[in-house]
């Protein structure tokens, strides 16, 4: 009888410390979200371009062209320059139409590369292109990549999308 109350007690210190250690975890990953996040996770960075099944909504001057790759970033505001990394924004811009849309209009000091920069002070462009709500309810940080037949073909919210130029490049080569 004490042997079995012995191992009983041993089994229930070892799924005790084995909820712990998983509680501390979720904590940690729970803690780790920034508000700009995405709510659900699954929908950030999935990693996996999507099926051409939605069509890129129309934006001013006849952007996303026919027969040409394109990527929007969708930001807050801009900054000194897009991508942390200049060279970056070079190769994208020369591999695809850059577009750049900000919720409150503004534009970085330096523009080489990027086609074209517009205000989306309603939230109206990041709802067509169907960018999620981060935690913080506010704008979408992210960008979107069309292909050229003018399907999305990736889309995500990622506030760190000024140091993922490389990501964006491979997307894009996938795609050519």
């Known amino acids: 009888m004490a042997n079995r109350l012995t191992v009983a007690r041993q089994l229930t210190l070892v799924w005790l410390l084995i909820a712990i250690v998983t509680g501390g975890l979720l904590s940690i990953a729970r803690a780790s979200l920034t508000a700009l996040d ?103 940080v992210g960008y979107v990549v069309i292909d050229q037949t003018g399907f999305i073909r990736y889309r995500t919210l990622d506030p760190m999308y000024q140091d993922l130029g490389n990501e964006i490049l491979t997307i894009l080569k996938a795609l050519k």
């Open 38 to 140: 995405d709510q659900d996770q699954a929908f950030q960075r999935t990693g996996f371009l999507v099926e051409a099944d939605q069509s890129a909504p129309e934006l001013p001057r006849g952007y996303p062209r026919e027969n040409k790759l394109t990527v929007l970033i969708f930001d807050r505001s801009s900054g000194n320059e897009l991508f942390h990394d200049l060279s970056l924004q070079a190769e994208i811009a020369a591999m695809s139409d850059l577009v750049l849309i900000t919720q409150d209009g503004s534009q970085p000091k330096i523009k080489n590369g990027i086609d074209l920069i517009l205000a989306d002070s309603d939230g109206s462009y990041s709802k067509s292109y169907g960018l999620r709500q981060p935690v913080d309810s506010g704008y979408p």
